[in-house]
């Protein structure tokens, strides 16, 4: 057999990555985006959702980033730098390059990342619990967003949760983590010659994000949002990095559509608000704008009362019809979803106007696909739900354990320990009943050359608390702060160190913390739960990580025991 001489290895070997690059090149170049001409209504502004800018590790600066989000026709832009807040992030709401930009913040908390916008920016980080953080933000006035709930890195965990506004059914950066190896490996020759394409092309349908997000809703009311996750850099190493999707192709990719009802005002933080409002009640819906513009589109339940609900609504009627606004040129295919589940299915589609009949109460949402697309199984639209003859469950607060099913702790023993710089004291005394009540007052300070400060009151003594399910105490304090409730764990590797937070306000409450909700914060990695009948010592502390350097305060306590 003749072996080839190394030219015509090299001529052949040459011909043959040609054909393989015209066949990966051709599909992004003949790929367009489907033409819609419709205007957007008055009643909607449609912007760009969940970017990093220099605040954090993004690569572009707020002129950038709003030069961008203009050129990608939006309206509104939500910043969503990493932080506990991110405290330049959240004050950088302002009009830019007649944009709306929005301040936020990702958290990166114990559960996973949660993005939040619109919140007053509170004198202390959030916590790093999910639950803590969410009520915190909620409070603040925020909306807040589980991101990337089935990210391969950094997935959400604790789906305990509530009381949350929704959560990202897309996410860029993580359906690039997800998409295969090969679709990975011609990304940056699609992406040269069409953005548009090689960006849906990392894209499938996220089964699994609208099954939870349904899952959620079974109870309660949540809302879904596609998130553009944009940094304009891709670091591959700390020496290689690559600057590209560009925020602009990012920009174009994902849309959110709101519903204000009103025009956008030239004061920033009033505009700001009509768009938070109009998120927290789920008064918007989702497009791939890559695909096409969603111009026009609109969907309202009209209930066989006659009442009229927008998204996100809740109507006490079982029946009536959701009327679809489908101005197109082009045909569509309609899903309408009763519980997560499909009721019905409208293929090839060409009215304007659809009306879906409901007869049964359930939560209804709508996706809409364009089949005779390139990417026919990718969601164009998603709207929020309709909530109809349901109302969602709010769940109340937890209830303390019993005073006949507590132990009281000795308290006798508790004493103060600080960093050097910081001042901190204890004062004892008694209630009118003859209680005995501590007062812990403090003012924190880092120690030169160091960034970590905290003041404690400690109880370094034995304790067997293997019979009992948590702690219990009634706090107070002078002002709205929050503190830790530690304990230490004796293990064969030396300690096990244990946390977790809670809030005070000036009001007495009782706390009951079960052991179970805990986290492991320094010692052996291990997923065990801790010894509680090797229990080292026990701790009320704040720190550097639930408040700044110059906080001062004051935290009242009596009743410590275990349940």
């Known amino acids: 057999m003749k072996r080839l001489k190394p030219k015509k290895v090299l001529k052949w070997s040459s011909l043959l990555l040609v054909v393989l690059c015209i066949l990966i090149i051709l599909p992004a170049l003949s790929y367009r985006q489907k033409v819609n001409l419709n205007p957007l209504p008055s009643r909607y502004k449609k912007g760009v959702y969940h970017m990093h800018s220099v605040f954090s590790d993004g690569k572009g600066d707020l002129e950038e980033i709003t030069l961008a989000a203009a050129a990608a026709g939006a309206d509104f832009a939500i910043l969503t730098d990493h932080g506990e807040p991110n405290r330049l992030a959240a004050l950088a709401t302002a009009w830019m390059n007649d944009v709306l930009l929005i301040g936020g913040s990702e958290l990166s908390l114990d559960a996973g990342h949660l993005a939040a916008a619109g919140f007053r920016l509170p004198d202390r980080p959030y916590p790093p619990e999910a639950q803590e953080a969410i009520d915190e933000i909620i409070g603040d006035g925020g909306v807040c967003f589980i991101s990337h709930p089935f990210d391969t890195r950094i997935p959400w965990t604790d789906w305990g949760v509530h009381g949350f506004t929704g959560l990202e059914v897309f996410n860029c950066y993580s359906s690039a983590r997800k998409a295969s190896p090969v679709t990975l490996a011609v990304f940056p020759l699609q992406y040269l010659f069409n953005p548009r394409y090689a960006l849906l092309n990392i894209l499938n349908y996220p089964a699994e994000n609208l099954s939870r997000w349904d899952r959620f809703n079974e109870k309660g009311r949540y809302f879904a949002i596609y998130a553009s996750d944009a940094h304009a850099v891709l670091p591959v190493s700390d020496a290689i990095r690559f600057y590209f999707p560009s925020y602009v192709n990012m920009f174009r990719l994902f849309q959110v559509y709101v519903q204000t009802d009103h025009a956008l005002g ?6 700001a608000a009509m768009i938070i409002t109009a998120l927290r009640h789920g008064r918007f819906f989702n497009a791939v704008e890559a695909i096409a513009p969603a111009n026009g589109f609109d969907a309202v339940f009209h209930s066989a009362g006659g009442d009229v609900h927008e998204m996100g609504g809740v109507s006490p009627a079982r029946s009536g019809s959701i009327r679809l606004e489908l101005p197109f040129e082009f045909s569509t295919d309609v899903h309408l979803l009763r519980n997560g589940t499909v009721q019905r299915k409208i293929t090839g589609n060409r009215h304007k106007q659809l009306m879906l ?29 309709f909530f109809i003859g349901r109302e969602p469950v709010r769940p109340g607060p937890p209830i303390p ?52 400060f905290w003041a ?26 929050r503190f830790w409730l530690e304990f230490r764990v004796a293990t064969p590797e030396g300690e096990g160190w244990y946390r977790h937070s809670f809030a005070v306000a000036p009001e007495w409450r009782v706390y009951a913390l079960p052991f179970a909700r805990f986290r492991r914060f320094h010692g052996a990695d291990t ?31 009596r009743e410590i025991g275990t349940y």
């Open 266 to 271: 030239k004061d920033p933080r009033q505009s």
């Open 357 to 385: 009949e409901i007869d049964d109460a359930g939560v209804y949402r709508i996706e809409v696909f364009l089949g005779d697309h390139t990417f026919p199984d990718i969601p164009w639209i998603l709207t929020n739900p």
């Open 401 to 452: 354990p019993p005073e006949s099913a507590r132990t009281p702790l000795p308290i006798g023993s508790l004493t103060v320990e600080a960093n050097p710089a910081t001042r901190a004291d204890l004062e004892r005394t008694a209630a009118d009943d003859g209680r005995p009540v501590l007062h812990f007052t403090f003012r924190l300070a880092a120690d030169e050359g160091r960034q970590d």
């Open 456 to 481: 404690a009151l400690a109880r370094r003594q034995r304790v067997d608390l293997s019979r009992q399910s948590g702690f219990c105490f009634e706090a107070r304090g002078v002002k709205r702060q």
């Open 527 to 557: 997923a065990a739960p801790p010894d509680m009948g090797r229990v080292r010592a026990v701790f009320f502390a704040i720190n550097n990580v639930v408040a700044y350097a110059g906080a001062h305060g004051a935290l009242s306590l």
